[in-house]
């Protein structure tokens, strides 16, 4: 049973539009939800993080957007360049549990078009 | 070198042999993950170290077999693979376990079992 589903698998943006990046989770025990980025021949890497206290969260071009009632949150990168072109992957996790697990999506490849 | 450094980075094994895997990490970090990564699947937590002690171990088969020989050294030792058991795997650090210690990762290994 996948904990966290992402969408769409693949998405192709053209330079300078916004990328939107969608997750759902069922357990309602998450209260840690990252993105990562992770470029071809690298490991993934820390991109935003929010916790269900706050529905927005703004880093730079990037925005996670969070809803807990519907379970489900978004990683929106405005402006979005080449140089973005990545696959991006949401997680979830459980504090409560004292769990060191991160419960990962699929990933979404993103390709940026000059 | 700096961070999460991971040797080989690529890796060829007939379904008999026995290799390992090294991870080193050079943050000062107490703990350190293994993950496998396949096509179109979710990254999967395999095993955690916190203070050199295994303290997650997600049913994992026991062809793969992990050692914590200090804070700074991980490794995955690996014998009579699968060929389902080629993937990307990565190693992964963290000041402190659990929810919000950002977790810093390697390249990853990219094992192919023949």
């Known amino acids: 049973q996948q904990q966290v589903k992402q969408s769409p698998q693949s998405l192709i943006v053209q330079k300078g539009g916004i990328s939107i990046i969608n997750c759902a989770y069922e357990n309602t025990a998450f209260d840690y939800f990252p993105w990562y980025q992770q470029f071809p021949g690298k490991g993934p890497a820390l991109l935003i993080a929010?916790?269900?206290?706050?529905s927005e969260k703004k880093e730079g071009r990037f925005t996670i957007s969070f809803n807990k009632s519907a379970k489900q949150f978004s990683l929106h990168i405005m402006d979005s360049q080449p140089g973005d072109s990545a696959t991006y992957f949401c997680a979830a996790s459980n504090s409560g549990a004292g769990s060191y697990q991160l419960t990962f999506g699929k990933g979404t490849k993103l390709s940026v078009i000059p | 070198e700096t961070g999460v450094t991971q040797t080989p980075r690529h890796l060829v094994m007939g379904m008999t042999n026995k290799k390992s895997l090294k991870c080193e990490q050079h943050l000062g970090h107490n703990a350190m993950y293994w993950y496998k990564q396949s096509a179109k699947k979710p990254l999967e937590l395999m095993f955690v170290?916190?203070?050199?002690?295994?303290?997650e171990n997600n049913s994992v088969p026991s062809r793969f077999s992990p050692e914590c020989p200090n804070s700074s050294h991980l490794f995955l030792h690996l014998h009579t693979l699968q060929p389902e058991d080629s993937a990307l795997y990565l190693c992964?650090?963290?000041?402190?376990?659990?929810?919000?210690?950002?977790?810093?990762f390697g390249p990853g290994t990219r094992l192919t079992v023949t």
């Open positions: 929010i916790r269900p206290d706050v």
């Open positions: 992964a650090s963290s000041q402190g376990g659990g929810v919000g210690y950002e977790q810093y």
């Open positions: 170290y916190s203070l050199e002690e295994r303290v």
